[in-house]
């Protein structure tokens, strides 16, 4: 099963408002990041977090990081009508070998914002 | 970060061909990656393309279906082989360098298998 799973599936909010999309998985983590994808287009890297981090800030962005909850969240504010994207979080676990470097994506949220 | 190139963007194919989608990287990279996206899903791995050796496949991905060639630090290659109207998805390429954490995607190749 995918190692990321994100709530909400989809999200409609009105320009200037907070979006907040969350993240979960299951195993342990080496970084977790976040990616932006305009209507199947190629992924946008927004911003990594790595597992000794809490927060972090990029612009509009901020994304937190709780890895005793094994969740993450990202919170977009004043949101803009060029916003509207699907997200996807991705972890990458802390064992290395065969797994270092991949990537395991969560489901997505699909934000859209009203002008 | 590394500006990555694919092509082609899209692709009509016909079911029981094959086809190569080309990742340009515009700069040495350690890793290279090969995902599908298929329609309204997320990104599922592939494959990892190792320079100098046999790609590293995901378990349901197989060599003779998904083929790649990684000839250098800058290019890769992957085949859709035989296809069927299931291989319609989007193909990803991304790239990462050791010593960096940060993952990187091409603009995806959007392929439909009639």
């Known amino acids: 099963s995918q190692q990321g799973e994100e709530d909400p599936q989809a999200l409609s909010i009105q320009e200037g408002e907070n979006a907040t999309m969350n993240c979960s998985y299951k195993t342990s983590i080496n970084n977790l990041q976040w990616y932006r994808q305009n209507s199947g287009r190629g992924l946008v890297h927004l911003i990594l977090?790595?597992?000794?981090?809490r927060e972090k800030h990029s612009g509009r962005l901020r994304v937190t990081l709780d890895t005793s909850k094994k969740s993450s969240s990202l919170l977009i504010t004043a949101s803009r009508a060029a916003d509207t994207a699907s997200y996807f979080c991705?972890?990458?676990?802390?064992?290395?070998?065969?797994?270092?470097?991949?990537?395991?994506f969560g489901q997505g949220t699909i934000l859209t914002v009203h002008p | 970060s590394a500006v990555i190139s694919q092509k082609p963007s899209r692709d009509i194919c016909q079911r029981g061909t094959s086809l190569t989608i080309q990742c340009q990287v515009d700069?040495?990279?350690?890793?290279m990656f090969w995902y599908r996206q298929q329609p309204g899903q997320s990104l599922t791995l592939i494959a990892t393309?190792?320079?100098?050796?046999?790609?590293?496949?995901e378990s349901g991905f197989v060599i003779d279906k998904f083929p790649i060639s990684r000839p250098n630090l800058t290019f890769s290659t992957l085949t859709v082989s035989n296809m069927s109207p299931e291989d319609s998805s989007i193909y990803l390429c991304?790239?990462?360098?050791?010593?960096?954490?940060?993952?990187?995607f091409g603009p995806g190749t959007r392929l439909t298998v009639t």
């Open positions: 991705a972890t990458a676990m802390r064992s290395g070998g065969t797994s270092y470097g991949k990537l395991t």
């Open positions: 700069s040495q990279v350690t890793m």
């Open positions: 977090i790595r597992s000794n981090e």
């Open positions: 991304s790239v990462r360098n050791s010593g960096s954490y940060e993952q990187y």
């Open positions: 393309a190792n320079q100098g050796s046999e790609a590293t496949y």
